[in-house]
């Protein structure tokens, strides 16, 4: 697939964010995010301290430009126990080495969108993740109006784990923010109050098939012709209405 904004066909390569690319990666960091990232954190991404990056480049651009960033993931490593998601890991805490890869940023310049560049960036971050064994996920967050960037990360099967009030703060005004989770390396989540209340609800409707099921077997054999008997069905009844009430209200 072109894109209609691209003159040729193009030839999209992936290596190394390096120090050549300083000045283009702060321009597109400007075009992309509302937010501002101080000059530090472009001197730490550049120089590879302490995050790791991935940059797209299209290797069939005329003028010098083959080079030239189109796109770009960084990230950071971080230890499960220090970090917001370790409630949400099933992992030995008794290990201090356990960590999770945290993508700080993604951003493709608009010419090259719906190529796949993006995918294909989470997917170098995703391998990274997979290739370190005490790694247990990758996860980041999303402004909750980014719909195209929800979209991108549900269909690449990560989890939205959690939802974050006023978590960004852009021009004085607070948006919420969506936490996702990728599991790699056998990581999984925890049992959430959520998935919890499901599982009750779920062993509650099978517990109510069954006894109903009972119920109507008990009544089909029950002998005819003896009225004083039938309070006691009615009793049953009631009483079973009752039950079910209340695991409908739970």
């Known amino acids: 697939m072109v894109n209609p904004g691209i003159k040729h066909r193009p030839t999209i390569c992936y290596r190394p964010i390096q120090p050549s690319d300083l000045e283009i990666l702060e321009q597109i960091h400007s075009d992309v995010f509302p937010i501002r990232y101080e000059s530090e954190f472009f001197q730490s991404v550049v120089n590879g301290c302490d995050i790791v990056s991935w940059a797209a480049v299209d290797r069939s651009r ?27 890991l099933r992992y030995d805490s ?15 310049v608009d010419a090259y ?7 294909s960036l989470i997917r170098e971050v995703i391998k990274y993740a997979s290739s370190i064994p005490v790694c247990r996920a990758v996860y980041l967050h999303v402004i909750s109006y980014n719909n195209p960037a929800i979209h991108l990360y549900t269909k690449m099967s990560f989890k939205c784990v959690r939802r974050l009030h006023g978590f960004y703060l852009i021009n004085g005004q ?17 049992c959430s109050p959520l998935e919890l209340v499901t599982l009750i609800v779920r062993c509650t ?7 109903a099921a009972k119920l109507m077997v008990a009544k089909l054999k ?16 009631r009483t079973t209405e009752t039950e079910l009430s209340g695991f409908d209200y739970v």
């Open 62 to 88: 005329p003028n010098g430009q083959r080079d030239e960033l189109i796109g770009f993931v960084t990230a950071r490593i971080v230890m499960v126990k220090d970090s917001e998601i370790a409630d949400l």
């Open 94 to 108: 008794s290990r201090a080495d356990q960590k999770l890869v945290y993508i700080l940023t993604l951003g493709v």
């Open 113 to 119: 969108r719906n190529l796949g560049i993006a995918t």
């Open 174 to 190: 607070h948006y919420d923010s969506y936490l996702f989770v990728y599991y790699v390396n056998g990581g999984r989540s925890s």
């Open 205 to 211: 409707k099978t517990g109510l098939k069954s006894m």
């Open 222 to 237: 029950w002998p005819k012709g003896n009225e004083t008997r039938d309070p006691v069905l009615t009793q049953s009844k």
